[in-house]
Structures are given as C-alpha cells and as structure tokens.
C-alpha cells in the first residue's frame, strides 16, 4: 500500500536530493527517477545514528529540568556535558550516501 506523506526538509536535504535526482536521471534514458523514487530509495539504504539523532534533538531545557529534580547531581557537570553533547552534534553534518542505480550508465 503506498501512502503520502508531507514532510519539511532542510535546505541542505534538498540539495542533496536534487542533486541525487539530476545523476540519476543524466544519462539514463531507459525511464525516469523521480523525487520519490529518490527518496525511497533513501529511506530504504539508510541506516540511521539513533544517537546521534537523539543528541541532535535533545531539548537541553528539559534534560536540566530533568537532572535538577533528580537527587545528587552536579549540575555544572551536567550542564557542561549537555553543551557539549550539543556542540558535537552541531558541528556533525552527515552526508548522504552515493546511490547507484541499474541502467544508469
């Protein structure tokens, strides 16, 4: 069953995915890619960091709410950790994988 989605993607994505899209399709004259065969094809090879995920979105507010109710915790340590957990992640950019595809030759 094929089901839509919407989804909002980053400048940075989009480039990537355009780009895919323009190498797949140069050259190749036995069909035609599209966006969502691209992006399928993504999702499918992908192997995604969940921990890294996670630390990209980790909501450093209430992780500090979260450590400050729990007893015996140095907070400026926690908060120290917490930043740099944050700064890691910030400067991580992920690129996407080269794709190959039969018949584009």
Request: aromatic share 4%; proline share 1%.
């Amino acid at each position: 069953m094929k089901r839509k989605l919407q989804v909002i993607l980053s400048d940075e994505a989009w480039a990537a995915i355009e780009t895919s899209l323009k190498d797949c399709n140069d050259g190749f004259i036995n069909g035609s890619i599209n966006y969502s065969d691209i992006i399928n094809e993504i999702v499918l090879n992908s192997k995604i960091d969940i921990k890294l995920l996670q630390a990209k979105h980790t909501n450093i507010r209430k992780s500090l709410r979260l450590m400050a109710s729990q007893k015996e915790i140095d907070i400026e340590s926690a908060i120290k950790a917490l930043m740099d957990l944050k700064s890691k992640t910030t400067r991580k950019m992920q690129k996407p994988s080269n794709l190959s595809f039969e018949g584009a030759e």
